[in-house]
């Protein structure tokens, strides 16, 4: 039930930008994505509801295939600050209220 | 506001002793979660509570008992602890379902099982 990150870890230059995707077997009612910074807690980023639009957070948006059962995050134009573990989370139709994250993506911004 | 606390923040237990994690949150919320991580891995839910008074399973409850007596309050406990249990456990509240808005997390309690 767990969906499946890619890539698993990314190094990026400031500036850079950056696609992580979340990918799921099953028919998704809504995708979160959340950053956690090492030793603390996940930090909610956006999310996206099955039928919703593409949202966006600053330099941070995300997509929502429903057809593919895909999410993407896209990071554009990458600040230090961003460097964390990105984390996919999802509720899947009929399994409602139950959280399924994956195993994240370790982003690595550099000066 | 506090937002969602835990206790403690850190315990170290022999294999066979029981504790009990606390988590409070003070945002009159109605759903609380309790998920477990291990090391380079995502969230795994544990059991869940969908309002005072009750609670349901996860995806890994084997091991655990939760109880949410008080509307702020969710706790876990843990009977016999094992090795395996090492982890970093944390609780999770949200108004509405976690479809369709944030969780809040708390910081973390780290769990050692000797």
């Known amino acids: 039930q767990q969906p499946v990150q890619s890539p698993q870890a990314v190094i990026l230059r400031e500036g850079e930008d950056a696609v992580i995707n979340c990918s799921s077997s099953k028919a998704l009612y809504s995708v979160h994505w959340y950053r956690q910074k090492h030793g603390e807690a996940p930090v909610f980023l956006m999310i996206l509801l099955k039928g919703g639009e593409q949202k966006g957070h600053e330099k941070i948006s995300a997509s929502f295939n429903e057809k593919k059962q895909q999410s993407s995050l896209y990071l554009t134009a990458s600040q230090l600050s961003y460097s964390g573990t990105y984390f996919c989370?999802?509720?899947?139709?009929?399994?409602?209220?139950?959280?399924?994250f994956g195993s994240g993506t370790k982003l690595n911004v550099k000066p | 506001n506090a937002g969602v606390t835990q206790t403690p923040k850190f315990r170290v237990l022999k294999t066979g002793q029981s504790m009990t994690l606390l988590c409070a949150q003070d945002m009159n919320h109605e759903y609380m979660y309790w998920y477990r991580q291990d090391p380079g891995m995502g969230l795994r839910l544990i059991h869940y509570?969908?309002?005072?008074?009750?609670?349901a399973k996860g995806e890994v409850p084997d091991g655990y008992n939760v109880s949410r007596l008080k509307k702020q309050n969710f706790l876990l406990g843990l009977e016999s602890a094992a090795p395996s249990q090492t982890s970093v456990y944390f609780c999770?509240?949200?108004?509405?379902?976690?479809?369709?808005?944030?969780?809040?997390f708390g910081p973390g309690t780290r769990l050692l099982v000797l």
């Open positions: 509570s969908v309002g005072e008074g009750t609670t």
């Open positions: 999770a509240s949200s108004y509405r379902p976690a479809s369709r808005e944030t969780q809040y």
């Open positions: 989370g999802t509720e899947t139709v009929g399994d409602f209220n139950k959280f399924y």
